[in-house]
Structure formats: structure tokens, C-alpha cells
């Protein structure tokens, strides 16, 4: 189904643990070449060795995408290596914290919308040139895919509203560069998760977690491996080529659009 990603060459943000890898890993599957980030090296080398076992070519890229020069940095030494890019996926994200409204101060703000806008913002524009280049060569489409979030369409949970209006501004960022980029075949989609089992939601009880399962008609937290196959939907040109300026919910009918 997915045959077309065969030599695709795809950066992944965030990628050593959760969505992010288990993403590389259904990708490396199907023959795509993977470049793995993060901004530390915490399992980074198991995380290629594993993408490697898959017969995949594959290499880790640190960086620190709070930063825009580490946004800069990653993109050109992934050209290096790889010849250029196919595939983005802006998945580098998380909660930051949680902060009451009248407790959010500059370092807090500043944190959370690094984290998830600025990584996502400038990753992009350095990935552009490489994407439409990509675009012109193949004949196809090039893809920007990021990781949006539930949040986004239902404002969070108490503590997480600038988490919740950087997702909404990401989701909807995708729209404008849907009508600048769309000339160039590149196209933009997201994937936005509802509740999953990643560290995300490490330092919640089992109480809260029960309660949170029994409020997903599913009854349960979504698997990273059934999040993984939506983004080589959107990143296959054969799947989704006339796809683009779209949010595709992946979240156990927790909320519907
Ligand atoms: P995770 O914590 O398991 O993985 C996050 C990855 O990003 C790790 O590899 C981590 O090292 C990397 N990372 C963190 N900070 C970084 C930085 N500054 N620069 C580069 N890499 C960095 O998280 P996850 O749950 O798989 O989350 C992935 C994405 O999904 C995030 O954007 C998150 O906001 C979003 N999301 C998660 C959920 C959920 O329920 N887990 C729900 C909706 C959206």
C-alpha cells in the first residue's frame, strides 16, 4: 500500500521515542530513508540500530528545535547526508508544564510555544527549498506532515491552554502555507492524536488515567503503532496526493471534528 515511500527520504522531529518513532519505524519498513531528532541522545542509537535491522539507511540528527538555529542545522546536515528531503514531519512537541493562567510568566510561555510552534515554524522554512526541490525532480508531491493534537480543537486541560493554542496555531499555520506552497506540489497535513501511551502522560495516577479511558468511546489510550500508518498515509503520493490542508483525527472517537 504504502510501496511508493520506497527511497523517500524522510526527517522526522522528534523522533527516539513515542509517535515519532514508531513512525520511523513503519517508514524504515517500507524502504524510506530516515532521519531521526532529538534534542538529546537518550536512545537515539537504538533507535537507528532498530531502523537499520529493518534494512532501512538511517542516522540521528541532534537538535534542539526550541532553537531556530538548531531548526536551521538540522535540515542542512540531513541534506547532506541524504541529498535531500522528501518528507517532513514536524512531530518534536509536548506539554511543557502545566501552568494556571494567573501562574504563566515569560520562561513558561516561552517553553511551551518553542517547543510547539517555533520547532514546527522554522523547520519548515528551512525544509521548503529541499521540499519543492523534491516536488520538481519527481513529478509528485513533497509533504509537510505535523503532529497536531485534540487539544487544539477542544482547548486543553486546566494548566495546558497555551499547549492547546500552539497545537490550533499549527493546525491552522497549515492552511496558509496550503495556499503559498501549494504551487510548488508541496502539501500540508496533520495528524493529531487524542490520548496516547507515550511518556507524554507519565507522572498521571492510574485514577486519572482510568478516568480519562472511560471518557474515550474506545475505553481506552490509542497505541503509538496505530498513530504511525497516518503519517505515511499523508506522506504517500499514491495514497493522498490530492490531499492537503487537512486535520485527520486519530483519537478512539474522543472527540469528532
Ligand atoms: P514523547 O515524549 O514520547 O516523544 C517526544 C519526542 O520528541 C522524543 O523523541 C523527545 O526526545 C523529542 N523532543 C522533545 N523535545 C525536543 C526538542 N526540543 N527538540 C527535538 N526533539 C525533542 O511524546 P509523544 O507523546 O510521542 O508526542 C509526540 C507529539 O505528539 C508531540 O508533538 C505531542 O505534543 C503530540 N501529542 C501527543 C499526545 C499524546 O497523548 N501522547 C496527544 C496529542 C498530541
Redesign the pocket.
Known amino acids: 500500500m504504502f510501496n511508493d515511500l520506497k527511497g523517500k527520504r524522510v526527517l522526522i522531529?522528534?523522533?527516539?521515542?513515542?509517535?515519532?518513532?514508531?513512525a520511523a519505524r513503519l517508514f524504515a519498513k517500507y524502504g524510506a530513508r530516515v532521519g531521526v531528532?532529538?534534542?538529546?541522545d537518550?536512545?537515539a542509537a537504538e533507535a537507528v540500530a532498530a531502523l537499520q535491522a529493518l534494512g532501512a539507511e538511517a542516522d540521528f540528527f541532534q537538535?534542539?528545535?526550541?532553537q531556530t538555529a538548531?531548526c536551521e542545522k538540522l535540515v542542512a546536515a540531513f541534506v547532506v547526508r541524504f541529498g535531500g528531503l522528501d518528507v517532513l514531519i514536524?512531530?518534536?512537541?509536548?506539554?511543557g508544564g502545566r501552568a494556571a493562567l494567573e501562574q504563566v510568566d515569560d520562561t513558561f510561555y516561552d517553553r511551551v510555544m518553542?517547543?510547539?510552534v517555533r520547532?514546527a515554524l522554522m523547520t519548515t522554512k528551512y525544509a521548503i527549498p529541499h521540499l519543492r526541490a523534491s516536488a520538481a525532480a519527481s513529478g509528485e508531491t513533497s509533504s509537510v506532515i505535523s503532529?497536531?493534537?485534540?487539544?487544539a480543537r477542544e482547548g486543553g486541560g486546566v494548566g495546558a491552554g497555551i499547549?492547546a493554542g500552539a497545537?490550533a496555531w499549527v493546525h491552522d499555520v497549515h492552511r496558509n502555507w496550503v495556499k503559498e506552497f501549494t504551487k510548488d506540489r508541496i502539501r500540508f497535513n496533520i495528524v493529531?492524536?487524542?490520548?496516547?501511551?507515550?511518556?507524554?502522560?507519565d507522572g498521571k495516577s492510574d485514577e486519572l488515567r482510568a478516568k480519562i479511558a472511560a471518557s474515550i468511546p474506545m475505553g481506552r489510550?490509542?497505541r503509538?503503532e496505530e498513530v504511525a500508518p497516518t503519517f505515511l498515509f499523508f506522506a504517500s503520493h499514491a495514497c493522498s496526493g490530492y490531499i492537503t490542508g487537512q486535520v485527520m483525527d486519530v483519537n478512539g472517537g474522543q472527540i469528532a471534528p
Not at 90 to 95: F, H, I, S, T
Open positions: 522531529t522528534g523522533s527516539t521515542a513515542g509517535m515519532g518513532l514508531a531528532n532529538s534534542h538529546i537518550t536512545g537538535a534542539n528545535l526550541m538548531d514536524n512531530n518534536a512537541g509536548g506539554l518553542n517547543l510547539n520547532s503532529t497536531g493534537s485534540i487539544a499547549y497545537k493529531s492524536p487524542g490520548t496516547i501511551d507515550t511518556a507524554f502522560h489510550f490509542g503509538i
